[in-house]
């Protein structure tokens, strides 16, 4: 028996991660480039919900909500972007910086951190991980 696409008998596994955004238009534009997603569907002006999926076919989805919630100051769930090692990652961060992402003056990194935490033009925090860290 299949339901939602996987059988009973499969492990469950993420398919979306959704996050909230003012302007659904600025955000699909944002992550569209940020991750090379294309939209699942046209995208019309007056949609209020929109879900991206990799270009290349592969990964999980990401959906934007409009959402009339703040922002969080330190968000119980965020998305955790995985670079290859120490250049890659500072390359990445200032790829997504000149897309909007803006530096958040993180105040509890610590002492040598793995990751660096940016924010999305909505304002919504994410990192971008060194893998390769040690």
């Given at each position: ?28 534009a ?56 120490a ?6 961060v ?11 003056d ?17 304002g ?11």
């Amino acid at each position: 028996m299949r339901l939602g696409g996987c059988k009973t008998e499969d492990v469950l596994n993420v398919g979306t991660v959704v996050i909230g955004v003012e302007d659904l238009h600025r955000a699909v534009a944002f992550w569209t480039r940020a991750l090379n997603y294309v939209a699942k569907r046209e995208i019309k002006g007056e949609d209020d919900f929109a879900i991206l999926v990799p270009a290349s076919g592969h990964g999980a989805h990401l959906a934007l909500d409009v959402s009339q919630t703040p922002v969080q100051q330190y968000p119980r769930v965020h998305l955790d972007l995985y670079a290859g090692d120490a250049a890659d990652q500072a390359s990445e961060v200032e790829r997504l910086v000149s897309l909007g992402a803006t530096r958040v003056d993180w105040d509890r990194y610590p002492e040598n951190p793995d990751f660096i935490v940016l924010a999305d033009p909505e304002g919504n925090r994410f990192c971008v991980i060194d893998t390769n860290h040690s």
